[in-house]
T-cell receptor
Framework: AQTVTQSQPEMSVQEAETVTLSCTYD???????LFWYKQPPSRQMILVIR??????QNATENRFSVNFQKAAKSFSLKISDSQLGDTAMYFC????????????FGTGTRLTIIP | KAGVTQTPRYLIKTRGQQVTLSCSPI?????VSWYQQTPGQGLQFLFE???????NKGNFPGRFSGRQFSNSRSEMNVSTLELGDSALYLC???????????FGSGTQLSVL
């Protein structure tokens, strides 16, 4: 069974600074997908970024980028120029096969951006 | 384009009752998944439907069931409610396999 581990329950950073959230996973599959989701107080899960395991290039979405280390099974999220609206729970998630059939989530990191 | 809509937003039930939650996916989306979120267990996959067929099921007891209608709307049902069923139930939809998942805001179920 696949597992996803987020070892940082809480983090805080000053506005405009850069922060990195850690995630490790375990799988025996060769083809899979990794995600970072954001859950603000509204409770809606919002996709931040998606990485396909067969792609060596790290995914980026504006201020958000990942450091995907396949051999180490590590998938960290970097948020640059952090903004107050980035305050939320962040979940790392794994999906095999086609990428959306079943997500396995980590326990989450509560990120607070300090003004 | 409207997002994923879940109703109701909040629900209070007592032990032993049953409950039905509803999810309307984004127009055109054919895949609907359900997740349970609790402080203790985190986010756990319940089941996924595509074109009215259940394709995947998580490790939940048979009291948890679901279905999908021809218009892709989905319902999940929990029978004989237990205190531990108190949770946020999230629904997500996608256009096709491999496409991004879009989540609703969830239904917060409290079992007293």
């Amino acid at each position: 069974a696949q597992t996803v581990t987020q070892s940082q329950p809480e983090m805080s950073v000053q506005e405009a600074e850069t922060v990195t959230l850690s995630c490790t996973y375990d799988t025996s599959e060769n083809n899979y997908y990794l995600f970072w989701y954001k859950q603000p107080p509204s409770r809606q899960m919002i996709l931040v970024i998606r990485q396909e395991a067969y792609k060596q290039q790290n995914a980026t979405e504006n201020r958000f980028s990942v450091n995907f280390q396949k051999a180490a099974k590590s998938f960290s999220l970097k948020i640059s120029d952090s903004q107050l609206g980035d305050t939320a729970m962040y979940f790392c998630a794994y999906a095999g096969n086609f990428g959306n059939e079943k997500l396995t989530f980590g326990t989450g990191t509560r990120l607070t951006i300090i003004p | 384009k409207a997002g994923v809509t879940q109703t109701p937003r909040y629900l209070i039930k007592t032990r032993g009752q049953q409950v039905t939650l509803s999810c309307s996916p984004i127009s055109g989306h054919r895949s609907v998944s359900w997740y349970q979120q609790t402080p203790g267990q985190g986010l756990q996959f319940l089941f996924e439907y595509f074109s009215e067929t259940q394709r995947n099921k998580g490790n939940f007891p048979g009291r948890f069931s679901g279905r999908q209608f021809s218009n892709s709307r989905s319902e999940m049902n929990v029978s004989t409610l237990e205190l531990g069923d108190s949770a946020l139930y999230l629904c997500a939809s996608s256009l096709l396999q491999g496409e991004k998942l879009f989540f609703g805001s969830g239904t917060q179920l409290s079992v007293l």
